[in-house]
């Protein structure tokens, strides 16, 4: 006879101690692993959001800079008004083999020591530039966050010229002429720049412009041909302004002396800049 179903009792016997072990570390480890995870988040995606942020702020500001001109007729820079004597350095300044000569126009000839003048603070930038730059600040302080913001001082003493470079070491000296977008024949989109170094200009240095066809680039030091006023006559430039018909074209209109002509400009297909002064027909 077979046994009643109620009266059969199965008894299990216990998992052995070593099985329990493994399953516990398990649970352990992902745990271990989550908490690991939700750590990494919590550092991680804060500043991800702060970083992309910061893209989406300078691609606004990168924009707002394309779509910048200047009034028409706006003066940004005059000769005739007398600045501070400029200090050419023919070995380097800091070298300290040579003390420097100054001048302070293209009328005098260079002078032991330098005479008062004006301030030669006359870099001015739009605001987008600026908000720019602090958007790649922000994005190189999330991804380094010993990062320092590179500034200069309140106010602009002696500037002074490396004949070797050519160029004033202190960008604030310089001129904004011109920026907006430009498109290359080949139809490349570049946010175009020119600035004057005014200081270099005056100590007679053949390439005082500076072309930036790149908004990550450091720019390029060019002439300006045909570009050769006489030094009795004051250079007056004013703000330039992009060619309606043209999109590669733009113009920089100039005053030498009473007289009124231009620095036409163009943006090429490997992203160089070209300017050269043109007599007003």
Partial sequence: MLPSPNLISLQYAPAPRGLRAIHWKRWAILLAIAASLSF??????????????????????????????????????????????????????????????????????????????????????????????????????????????CGHGLNVHTPWVDHDTGHTEDERCSVLLFMHERQSPSGLNRLTMVTFDAPAFLCDQPRPFRVFANAEGLGSWVACANFAPPPDQPVRLYAGQPDPIDPARFTIPVKIGDADSLIEGRLCDDETITLTWREKA
């Fill in 40 to 149: 990494a988040a919590a550092r991680i995606v804060p500043r991800a959001c702060d970083y992309f942020r910061a893209v989406a702020s300078e691609r606004a500001a990168l924009r707002a800079c394309m779509e910048y001109t200047r009034s028409p007729g706006q003066l940004v820079f005059d000769e005739s008004v007398h600045r501070r004597s400029v200090a050419l350095y023919y070995s380097g300044k800091a070298s300290g083999h040579d003390s420097p000569a100054y001048r302070s126009s293209r009328e005098n000839p260079y002078s032991t020591k330098p005479e008062p003048g004006e301030s030669w603070d006359l870099l001015s930038m739009p605001n987008a530039w600026r908000e720019k730059l602090d958007a790649q600040f922000q994005q190189h302080r999330v991804l380094n966050s010993n990062a320092v913001r």
